[in-house]
């Protein structure tokens, strides 16, 4: 069993809240699936419930309040840090309707020995561990890592909330962990906890269901797009992608396109290797785009050399707008693809490339229905299976675009009619190129097919099926405030 990744279950949490399952409807169902576990193992007794400031401790402040109804069970609440310090609004909203429970005793925990002194790890009759979730990795700091350390020491049976506190969910090295008697996980196995060595910690795992919508899932939406809506304050210039456009001789407007949609993307450095023909052309377009000019009216073997060079200093390659089919072009990109590790292929380019993939690159296509029967797909039902077997990322364009890597399958059902214009499928490898710069291919296609969609709605909206390719970049930053 392969798991999910933090970030994907993140992503899919925040596609349910764009469709209207809040957060806190999430929690009070994971909460309530915890009490549940606890009153299986212990029909009366004392149950100390170790809490974090996260999501996490938001789960267990919900299973606290659904315990509490039973008389015969005592609840005893450690919050690891400051209640003031909690860390999100689905989580302070059920601490604080802890006021109006019975809650038998609650402290804020800043040293260990605080929770020594209590006495409730000696008295404890089961203990849920709800002190980290999914997104704490490395080294572990005081006073968790203690706690962690008093937990295990106990001896008590320890019911682990998502993954044991510690725990890598990602599946890799860790400083220490909680180990459980049992972990409750929810929605879908967690990557880390399939893991071979993940049994000594976890022991049995329970897969919870707490209620996701299968369209949060199954289709894009907002949480795709999350994680590039943001930058740390100590960015730098070229961290946040180098870009290298391959494209253009038979046409100039294509490579151009392509070029400025990566830039509103947030493409930190785009260079355009073009024809000499087409490379003034394209220049004219914006002082933004670095334009290279190559050797002929073609992209030809002798350029090869050249694109080499450029490709040492990008993170990422998009080929194929404008280039047109010549057989030599079509020969001299399947000779560049063995020397990218991250390439974008659309358009002209898709008719060079040999299929399967190398295993070391990394390629996102982005055929319509006509280049992918070309390439031997059979209609998006054949996505998920072409893209095992040839090793790529396919985001197949349509009336609704299918996008897979080989192990799953989204669809995104924004855009409209009026895109058919001339154009839009270059603005769309655009702003795939520039997230794929700094994410993984699946990652970056959902994303891009997400993004080109909805700018394209935005642009419908105000010039309706008059709209232009130039029209969609220029909404780009819309989708991406």
Same mark, same amino acid.
């Given at each position: 069993?392969?798991?999910?990744?933090?970030?994907r279950?993140?992503?899919?949490d925040?596609?349910c809240?764009?469709?209207?399952?809040?957060?806190?409807?999430?929690?009070?169902?994971?909460?309530a699936a915890?009490?549940?576990?606890?009153?299986?193992?212990?029909?009366?007794?004392?149950?100390l419930?170790?809490?974090?400031r996260?999501n996490n401790g938001?789960?267990?402040?919900v299973?606290?309040?659904?315990l509490? %109804? =039973?008389? #015969?069970i005592?609840?005893? @609440?450690a919050?690891i840090?400051?209640?003031?310090?909690?860390?999100?609004?689905d989580?302070?909203h059920?601490?604080?309707?802890?006021?109006?429970?019975?809650?038998? !005793?609650?402290?804020?925990?800043? =040293?260990?020995?605080?929770?020594?002194?209590t006495?409730?790890l000696? =008295?404890?009759?089961?203990?849920?561990d709800?002190?980290?979730?999914?997104?704490?990795?490395?080294?572990?700091?005081?006073?968790?890592?203690?706690? @962690?350390d008093?937990?295990?020491?106990?001896?008590?049976?320890v019911?682990?909330?998502d993954?044991?506190?510690?725990?890598?969910?990602?599946g890799?090295?860790?400083?220490?962990s909680?180990?459980? /008697?049992i972990t409750l996980t929810?929605?879908?196995?967690?990557k880390?906890?399939a893991s071979?060595?993940?049994?000594? %910690?976890?022991?049995?795992? +329970?897969?919870?269901?707490?209620g996701?919508?299968?369209?949060?899932?199954?289709?894009?939406?907002?949480?795709d797009i999350?994680?590039?809506?943001?930058?740390?304050?100590d960015s730098?210039?070229?961290?946040?992608?180098?870009?290298?456009i @391959?494209?253009?001789?038979? %046409?100039s407007?294509?490579?151009a396109?392509?070029?400025?949609?990566a830039?509103?993307?947030?493409?930190?450095i785009?260079?355009? #290797?073009?024809? #000499?023909?087409?490379a003034?052309?394209?220049?004219s377009?914006?002082?933004?785009?670095?334009?290279k #000019?190559?050797s002929?009216?073609i992209?030809?073997?002798?350029?090869?050399?050249?694109?080499?060079k450029?490709?040492e200093?990008?993170?990422?390659?998009?080929?194929?707008? &404008?280039?047109g089919?010549?057989e030599r072009?079509?020969?001299?990109?399947?000779k560049?693809?063995?020397?990218?590790?991250?390439?974008?292929?659309?358009?002209?380019?898709?008719?060079g490339?040999?299929l399967?993939?190398?295993?070391?690159?990394?390629?996102?296509?982005?055929?319509?229905? !006509?280049?992918?029967t070309?390439?031997?797909?059979?209609?998006?039902? /054949?996505?998920?299976?072409?893209?095992? +077997?040839?090793?790529?990322?396919?985001l197949?364009k349509?009336?609704?675009?299918?996008?897979?890597n080989?192990e799953?399958?989204?669809?995104?059902?924004?855009g409209n009619?009026?895109m058919?214009?001339?154009g839009?499928?270059?603005?769309?490898?655009?702003i795939?190129?520039?997230?794929?710069?700094?994410?993984?291919a699946?990652?970056?296609a959902?994303g891009?097919? %997400?993004i080109? &969609?909805?700018?394209?709605d935005?642009a419908?909206?105000?010039?309706?099926?008059?709209l232009l390719?130039?029209?969609i970049?220029?909404m780009?930053?819309e989708?991406?405030?």
């Amino acid at each position: 069993m392969k798991g999910i990744t933090t970030s994907r279950m993140k992503t899919i949490d925040e596609n349910c809240e764009h469709l209207g399952l809040k957060g806190l409807q999430l929690m009070e169902n994971a909460g309530a699936a915890i009490a549940h576990e606890v009153k299986e193992r212990i029909q009366k007794g004392n149950v100390l419930i170790v809490a974090g400031r996260g999501n996490n401790g938001g789960d267990a402040f919900v299973a606290a309040r659904h315990l509490v %109804y =039973d008389p #015969a069970i005592t609840v005893n @609440i450690a919050l690891i840090g400051s209640a003031s310090g909690i860390r999100t609004q689905d989580s302070m909203h059920n601490f604080a309707l802890l006021e109006h429970c019975r809650i038998e !005793g609650f402290i804020e925990i800043t =040293d260990p020995q605080q929770l020594k002194a209590t006495r409730w790890l000696d =008295d404890a009759d089961l203990i849920v561990d709800a002190l980290l979730g999914t997104g704490i990795t490395g080294k572990l700091r005081e006073t968790e890592a203690t706690v @962690i350390d008093l937990i295990n020491d106990s001896k008590v049976p320890v019911v682990a909330v998502d993954v044991p506190s510690g725990f890598d969910p990602e599946g890799g090295k860790f400083d220490r962990s909680v180990r459980a /008697d049992i972990t409750l996980t929810f929605h879908r196995m967690k990557k880390g906890l399939a893991s071979d060595h993940a049994k000594e %910690y976890t022991s049995e795992v +329970k897969v919870i269901n707490i209620g996701v919508c299968e369209d949060a899932e199954t289709y894009v939406g907002k949480g795709d797009i999350a994680a590039f809506r943001t930058r740390s304050r100590d960015s730098h210039k070229g961290q946040h992608g180098r870009m290298l456009i @391959i494209g253009g001789g038979p %046409y100039s407007g294509a490579p151009a396109l392509t070029a400025m949609a990566a830039l509103r993307t947030g493409a930190d450095i785009v260079t355009v #290797a073009a024809p #000499a023909n087409v490379a003034d052309i394209i220049a004219s377009f914006s002082p933004n785009i670095i334009v290279k #000019a190559l050797s002929s009216n073609i992209l030809c073997e002798k350029d090869i050399d050249t694109v080499a060079k450029l490709i040492e200093g990008h993170d990422v390659v998009v080929m194929g707008m &404008g280039l047109g089919r010549d057989e030599r072009t079509k020969d001299t990109v399947s000779k560049i693809v063995p020397l990218c590790k991250k390439v974008v292929v659309d358009a002209d380019g898709l008719y060079g490339i040999a299929l399967p993939v190398p295993e070391d690159i990394e390629m996102i296509i982005t055929p319509h229905a !006509g280049e992918f029967t070309a390439l031997g797909g059979n209609g998006k039902e /054949d996505a998920l299976e072409f893209s095992k +077997k040839n090793n790529v990322t396919v985001l197949l364009k349509g009336k609704e675009d299918h996008i897979s890597n080989g192990e799953r399958v989204a669809i995104n059902h924004t855009g409209n009619p009026g895109m058919t214009v001339g154009g839009t499928g270059d603005v769309l490898a655009g702003i795939t190129g520039a997230l794929f710069a700094i994410a993984p291919a699946m990652d970056a296609a959902c994303g891009a097919a %997400y993004i080109n &969609g909805v700018a394209g709605d935005l642009a419908f909206e105000r010039w309706g099926h008059g709209l232009l390719a130039t029209d969609i970049i220029d909404m780009i930053t819309e989708v991406m405030k």
